[in-house]
Structure formats: C-alpha cells, structure tokens
C-alpha cells in the first residue's frame, strides 16, 4: 500500500488548508485512512480518522471543530480541511492506513501504513 500526503504548505492564523493523501493498493482492498502529525521535539500524534465508508469520522480534541475529514474511493483519496488554523497546528502531517473497514483506533501502532509528510506551518 502506498500513501501520498499533499496541500501542505505555509499559512498565517486563522487560514484554512485542504490536505490530501493519495492511496493505492490491492484491488478489492478496504482501508481505514487516518491523520496524524509530528512537531519538533513532539512524539507523532492522532488528528483524524475515517472508515472505509465515510460513517465513522473521528478527532482529537485539539481538532475537533475545526477539521473535517472526508473520502472519495473512487478517486482513492481521503480530505483533511483544516479551517481556523493556529500556530500549534505546526507540524508534519502523515497520512497512514490500516486494512480493513472500521478504523482501527488512534494509537501509531494501529495502522500498518505510513506516507511521507506533507509541512503545515502557521505562522501568528
């Protein structure tokens, strides 16, 4: 499975950004696609995660509000819109992915699958 985080990019507070990840794999194949960034000196943390059909949607706190997540399976890419962007949303944003149609949960070793970041950064 490969994954391809993109939309990142330097905005001021209070902007919005619409992340993107790009996945393929298998034909047939069912995944969970979740969200999780990184800052410096941070460990990586959960942002987001959707289910295979789009019905179970879930944030972290931090989040909640502010960002959406949505897919499209028939484009193979799953949204992030990240509106009322602060400063403490600065990170590296991975998108990852786990077979199967429930998410898996919201702990790093619940998904098998990890892409390369895309930078966000927020400037006050």
């Known amino acids: 499975v490969q994954l391809q985080a993109s939309g990142g990019g330097l905005v001021q507070a209070g902007a919005s950004l619409k992340l993107s990840c790009l996945y393929s794999?298998?034909?047939?194949?069912?995944?969970?696609i979740a969200w999780f960034r990184q800052s410096p000196g941070k460990e990586r943390e959960f942002v987001s995660a959707i289910s295979w059909t789009g019905s179970g949607t879930y944030y972290a706190d931090s989040v909640k509000g502010r960002f959406t997540i949505s897919r499209h399976n028939a484009k193979n890419t799953v949204y992030l819109q990240m509106n009322g962007l602060k400063p403490e949303d600065t990170a590296v944003y991975y998108c990852?992915?786990?077979?199967?149609?429930?998410?898996?949960?919201?702990?790093?070793?619940?998904?098998?699958?990890w892409g390369q970041g895309t930078q966000v950064t927020v400037s006050s």
């Open positions: 990852v992915a786990d077979p199967g149609t429930r998410v898996s949960g919201t702990a790093v070793g619940d998904y098998r699958y």
């Open positions: 794999g298998p034909t047939l194949s069912t995944y969970a």
